[in-house]
């Protein structure tokens, strides 16, 4: 998908509203009146969206942010039905093991969006509102003022959107233990939240504007094969540092050969702004990804 | 075990004296006159202790503090008939692959205590007072004041209690080289440490009645099923994403359709406190634990 | 080699010069007029010095430093002829899996090498210059108005030298993906950069004496073959904590025999300064290293 011709605006969501500026792909959460919460619509909406954005050359950013003035960034789960609402069919026909967290299937997509990403949290943030809704994002932008918890162990339930992963691995697991396990609210200025924010923003307002022209600065300035390929090491570094030499050493080995690179050279040495044509469509390796992506899906995959 | 009515002032300690009130076992270390050393009594009492803490449907959060008028919290290891005090003694016979480090085999039954366990550090510490008298905790509190140490590389001995697993994935690999590689003597508010303390508290007295406030604030609103449930997460997540997503997913789909889920989402419904009543001896998924638990007694297990 | 009579000076090297004092030797990068890039030259240097110190009994600590009147402590890659000046011949013959990054070669030797080493940044950093040159070194050192930059998706290259296997394990995934998705530049006060400096130093021209005063105590302070165990720890740490407790158990019975531990427990009992005794060469117990070494030179390893 070269640089398709459709307009986000054309496809009909009803709980996101997608736009997208200058290689800069803004998902608008639109659900103000039931406090942003996740639920089945919105769920698979950002689903296809998050797709969509990997696999569209046009996109080179994307970010997730809410009205200001809406109750939350994302208040967490719709659990107006209980539980028992979250579950998939298939679990209550053949057994515990058959479901999926729809959390957990979005945290894995947005993961492997080969664009940077980017959550704007413009207002408070709980359970999934912290995790597949903040933890899978490249960049976290936050709202000094923001409330935040992992009420997980307070509600008699799992951590979901495999947060009990990425959060470790994120921040170490001293800080993972003080959120998961206590389900304290806290401030983005808390101890145990160091290091989770690019950025930490007095007035509510400004976070997605501060967002955006940071996004527009990397849009212009960054090489998307070179983001594909840096998220493919981060996320997928091989199990010892030798065998990552061995990737990040054919890694170079490839770019070095294509235009972005050669580019990227020449405006250092006439010191003048980049102009990257590389897309992932066009000049990503046939060797990427070079590890085995797994599937998730029941019957496709079991521990 | 449901509701054993043993009381732990009956057990017999000698160099501990453990309370049980209001879910909160709190373990105080009783060797102020050899400097809270630890030694083959407190190691092997430590170790009965937190295995029936485990069991004990009694006991949501354990706190392991000293007295605040101790001349430390722990001041490492008893060596005062030099390192040899310290062998098994079928390394002796057998040699020394068959030594195994005592300090280790508690932090490992700390680590398997599916309860919420908290380090109270109100005071000094070093070596193992830094090891497995804290790193296997969920939660630790510290004394501002307290003077604190790796000093293996200083002593000619590796560091212990499996130290060089713990501190990197606490706190990443950089402050664990700072720390296990200098055997500096640094502050709680150093910044190798930064992460480490749930919370630093100015008075030495404060430590332990302010971690006891939030243990028991942790007993009344945590579920005994979904903290066990998230500690086994975080101790194992998975190999992959994917397989921490299947994981993750089963768990919420069992504890889901529990008591404690439903009273969590009725509670949060109707605003008002949780009452959780699940327990481990009755309401634990025998899908628990999902891993295979590795035997470490000699003979049982070799590299 | 227990102690070779041979002096650091005489061996000729262009773009190094090195010293050998009381315990530490010092690494001064030599090539101010080409603002301290790296190239073929430094790095074969750089190759074969390190392999040098890991078997010199003479050297417990190493440092590497510039002159702080350099247009900066390393200024990256010389890539003054394009990309393909850097890629090793045998990948021009048989693909690009052939190629061997030599900024991962060094990395990779300097983590091997069994000392203290100390990156001294006194000085600017950018591209190698934060990785290869900073990231395989114990501590890091750092001059507080030094600028900072990964800027690889800048230029359209993959990051090197394995930063995206160490910067993750050093600081955590939060802070690698800040630095190395965006390649903004930061200062050593940047929150993204927390953990990653064992000091920051007001004046540029303090930074290597304030290394060295540290890198003094500690050759004078510890012990050689307690270091390199320590060091083999944390780099092979066992993939399970049970198995890390079964290689930390016998280190400690082996070096607990030994002379230096020995030494540390007397001293510590008579309350006076250790003396070290033990080498690497004479000392080092035969069951080190218990991990299988993997040989990164083309046709020796694949994926």
């Known amino acids: 998908m070269a640089s398709p011709d459709f307009s986000y605006g054309t496809l009909g969501f009803q709980d996101i509203i997608v736009t997208l500026d200058a290689g800069v792909a803004t998902v608008l ?3 103000a ?16 969206v998050f797709e969509l954005f990997d696999k569209d050359d046009r996109v080179r950013v994307v970010i997730m942010t809410a009205e200001p003035t809406a109750p939350a960034y994302c208040s967490g789960a719709d659990i107006s039905g209980g539980w028992g609402g979250l579950w998939k069919p298939e679990s209550e026909k053949e057994g515990e093991h058959a479901h999926r967290d729809s959390g957990g299937v979005l945290t894995i997509a947005i993961l492997r969006c080969r664009k940077i990403t980017i959550a704007a949290v413009n207002g408070h943030a709980a359970g999934i509102g912290m995790t597949a809704m903040q933890l899978p994002f490249d960049l976290r932008f936050v709202w000094e003022g923001a409330k935040l918890t992992f009420p997980f162990v307070r509600r008699g339930i799992a951590p979901e959107s495999a947060a009990s992963f ?14 998961l396990l206590t389900g304290e609210v806290v401030d983005p200025s808390s101890p145990h939240l160091q290091g989770l924010y ?15 022209a940071y996004a527009r600065e990397l849009a212009a300035q960054t090489s998307q094969t070179a983001v594909a390929i840096t998220k493919g090491l981060l996320q997928h570094p091989g199990a010892t540092i030798e065998e990552n030499h061995l990737l990040d ?6 770019l070095g050969g294509a235009g972005d690179a050669a580019e990227g050279a020449r405006a250092f040495k006439e010191r003048r702004p980049v102009a990257f044509a590389d897309t992932l469509s066009k000049n990503l390796t046939s060797w990427y990804p070079w590890w085995t992506s797994i599937d998730i899906k029941h019957r496709q995959s079991k521990l």
Request: glycine share 4%; aromatic share 4%; charged share 30%.
């Open 29 to 31: 959460i639109n659900r």
């Open 33 to 48: 009146k039931q406090r942003n919460t996740f639920g089945r619509v919105i769920s698979s909406e950002l689903l296809r």
């Open 166 to 179: 990425l959060l470790p691995r994120l921040l170490g697991h001293s800080r993972a233990n003080s959120l």
């Open 198 to 212: 690019h950025k930490i923003i007095p007035a509510r307002e400004d976070v997605y504007p501060e967002a955006l």
């Open 249 to 254: 050493s054919r890694a170079l080995r490839i």
